[in-house]
């Protein structure tokens, strides 16, 4: 199993922002298409965001089309999660998940696919 990390999670005001960070040290992500997810306290685990292993193709929920942005640096093994104008309905644990991509552009918004998990960040947005 792969072995995810992320980081960047925290305390925000209401309109603030965070950058979540998803690093891997024994192998390089650039195979695979990772995704972001996340839980809240009482609720279903939802996908927020998916990047494909080009970098090309990208998915996020409707609820944080406009605030939110993935990316991938490959020179660093890393995925990013840019959250602008936070909201206290994105309070929750954020997890980044990896699957072997099928394709350059092939990138899954759906929990089912990924099969290498992070231990998760949480993100409070509060005033």
């Known amino acids: 199993q792969l072995q995810l990390v992320e980081s960047g999670g925290g305390l925000v005001q209401p309109g603030g922002s965070l950058r979540l960070s998803c690093a891997a040290s024994k192998f390089t992500l650039d195979r695979y298409a990772i995704g972001w997810f996340r839980q809240a306290p009482g609720k279903e685990r939802e996908a927020v965001s998916c990047i494909s292993t080009s970098g090309g193709s990208t998915n996020y929920a409707d609820s944080v089309k406009g605030r939110f942005t993935i990316s991938r640096d490959s020179a660093k093994n890393t995925v990013y999660l840019q959250m602008n104008n936070l909201k206290p309905e994105d309070t929750a644990i954020y997890y980044c998940?990896?699957?072997?991509?099928?394709?350059?552009?092939?990138?899954?918004?759906?929990?089912?696919?990924?099969?290498?998990w992070g231990q998760g960040a949480q993100v409070t947005v509060s005033s």
């Open positions: 998940a990896a699957t072997f991509g099928l394709s350059r552009d092939w990138c899954p918004i759906a929990s089912a696919p990924f099969n290498s």
